[in-house]
């Protein structure tokens, strides 16, 4: 069975991607590929251009209920909205078994170790998601600092629960 990187750091069962949008910078992902591969149900690996900045990330878990919710999550897109002066992620939530869900996804917005970003938290609840279907939301939380949004590099999917 062969291992990309992104699986090696699965076992922690959570997904980061970096923050785009504040600086109109383009990223990769994570062994430098692109699209998204799926691998026996043990997670994903996507990375996404839409004209608003790119992002690369990972959802993936051990064992126990909580993380095989969150393995049914990858993160699209994460962004400063100058706009709306909110951090904006974007998840699709695909649902591969028989029957449907309501999904409830917590995720954290962070800066670089010792930077001046104080973590933000989005929860977007009752995503609807029916039985061998996907869904995309947005979650959202209004921008904590005074400037650009810069100082936020990334965002991480830290709970996923359906029921």
């Given at each position: 069975m062969?291992?990309?990187?992104?699986r090696?750091?699965?076992?922690?069962?959570?997904?980061?991607?970096?923050?785009t949008?504040?600086?109109?910078?383009?990223?990769g992902?994570?062994?430098g590929?692109?699209?998204?591969?799926?691998?026996?149900?043990?997670?994903?690996?996507?990375s996404?251009?839409?004209?608003?900045?790119?992002?690369?990330?990972?959802?993936?878990?051990?064992?126990?209920?909580a993380?095989?919710?969150?393995?049914?999550?990858?993160?699209?897109?994460?962004?400063?909205?100058?706009?709306t002066?909110?951090?904006?992620?974007?998840?699709?939530v695909?649902?591969?078994g028989?029957?449907?869900?309501?999904?409830t996804?917590?995720?954290?917005?962070?800066?670089?170790?010792g930077?001046?970003?104080?973590?933000?938290t989005?929860?977007?609840?009752?995503?609807?998601?029916?039985a061998?279907?996907?869904?995309?939301?947005?979650?959202?939380?209004?921008y904590?600092?005074?400037?650009?949004?810069?100082?936020?590099?990334?965002?991480?999917?830290?709970?996923?629960?359906?029921?």
């Open positions: 062969k291992m990309r990187h992104v090696a750091i699965a076992v922690f069962g959570i997904a980061v991607v970096a923050l949008g504040a600086r109109g910078s383009h990223g992902s994570c062994g590929s692109s699209g998204s591969s799926h691998s026996s149900g043990s997670g994903s690996n996507h996404d251009n839409d004209g608003s900045g790119s992002s690369s990330g990972s959802v993936s878990g051990g064992s126990g209920s993380n095989k919710a969150i393995r049914d999550v990858t993160i699209d897109s994460c962004k400063f909205d100058p706009a002066k909110n951090l904006v992620g974007r998840i699709t695909k649902n591969d028989v029957l449907d869900y309501d999904y996804v917590t995720m954290r917005f962070k800066g670089e170790a930077g001046t970003a104080v973590p933000a989005a929860t977007k609840t009752s995503i609807a998601v029916a061998g279907a996907s869904q995309t939301a947005e979650l959202s939380t209004p904590p600092g005074s400037g650009d949004g810069s100082e936020y590099t990334e965002c991480e999917v830290t709970r996923v629960s359906r029921s």
